[in-house]
């Protein structure tokens, strides 16, 4: 273990960044990876909260992240997600290098989302509305500057000091950003749900019939942050059916309901792949529940990086 190199969240954000992660990532679907074949996540409930493992295994290299989600934690000052993150050599299983599992959640998950949108969006600077003001926004909003660009952002959050933070904090940096109205939202190009929401936030009247709308903040069965009617009305873009159907609770609901038909969804995988489905108007939701092998494949070019 003398050898593990600690990688720091500076390193990992800004010396790495978002465009690097979203090239890790597309390059991986690129190259036929089947996100089908990942290991599955497992939680473990605790007095306070929830541990998630979650492992993978890429090419020359195995992962393993270990996060723990404390609901209780902001009200006294502490991160609601906490962590550490384990890359290790396929081969002799020795461990390489680590860094902290919250900051790469942040980057993996907002350039998952940045790789995936760009492939469903009809233009580049999409106006967006933003449900949330927490990091995943604005490491959203980073994200997709560095792949789509972008144009007005929307912000829709319950938290008003939050909120307010994040517009000052993304003006300074020169975004154009504000409190959203519903004909903002209606206008939105992309529409991101960043949320701890356990209900849909808004129904399918209230959104563009041709928006391209990313759901991210549940990865829990009877958690939705999507209205059963809106998921049916769109095309589905999903990480993988076993992930999906166990922990995408948007899916899962609105199949129960007889909205969505699981043959129907799509894999987007194929987004990357000549054979692909690519829906080029109407409404488009990729529901996204995050999946270990895109935190192995972020950290495995993190550590190409830094041998160079």
């Known amino acids: 273990m003398n050898g593990v190199r600690w990688v720091d969240s500076k390193t990992l ?20 990876y089947d996100p089908e074949t990942d290991h599955s996540r497992s939680v473990i409930s605790f007095a306070e909260g929830q ?103 929307s912000l829709f959050a319950r938290n008003p000091e939050s909120s307010q933070q994040l517009v000052a904090a993304l003006t300074a940096q020169g ?21 701890t929401s356990r209900e849909p936030l808004f129904d399918e009247s209230q959104v563009s019939p041709t928006a391209v709308i990313a759901a991210i903040g549940s990865h829990e069965p009877t958690a939705r942050e999507l209205p059963g009617k809106l998921m049916g009305s769109a095309v589905v873009y999903i990480e993988s059916l076993k992930s999906a159907l166990s922990e995408a609770g948007d899916v899962i609901m609105a199949i129960e309901e007889g909205h ?4 129907d969804l799509v894999k987007i995988r194929q987004l990357f792949s000549s054979l692909g489905n690519h829906e080029s108007s109407g409404r488009k939701v990729f529901k996204s529940t995050g ?15 830094l041998a160079l």
Request: overall charge negative; some cysteine; glycine content about 8%.
């Open 51 to 153: 541990g998630l493992v979650m492992p993978s295994e890429y090419m020359d290299r195995v992962g393993l992240k270990f996060v723990t989600v404390a609901p209780k934690n902001p009200a006294i000052g502490l991160d609601r997600i906490q962590g550490i993150y384990t890359l290790f050599d396929a081969q002799t299983l020795s461990p390489i290098l680590q860094c902290d599992g919250a900051t790469l959640t942040l980057l993996r998950t907002a350039s998952v989302t940045a790789a995936i949108v760009k492939w469903l969006l009809s233009s580049q600077n999409p106006s967006v509305a933003v449900f949330g003001s927490g990091p995943q926004a604005s490491a959203h909003i980073k994200a997709l500057a560095a792949s789509t660009g972008v144009g007005r952002i």
């Open 291 to 305: 999946m270990s092998w895109q935190d192995l494949v972020v950290v495995r070019a993190l550590e190409k990086s």
């Open 175 to 195: 975004f154009d950003i504000s409190m959203g109205s519903e004909e903002d939202l209606l206008g939105a190009d992309l529409v991101l749900t960043l949320t």
């Open 260 to 263: 969505v038909e699981q043959a």
């Open 13 to 32: 954000l800004e010396d790495f960044g978002f465009v690097r992660a979203i090239a890790a990532i597309s390059e991986a679907l690129e190259s036929g």
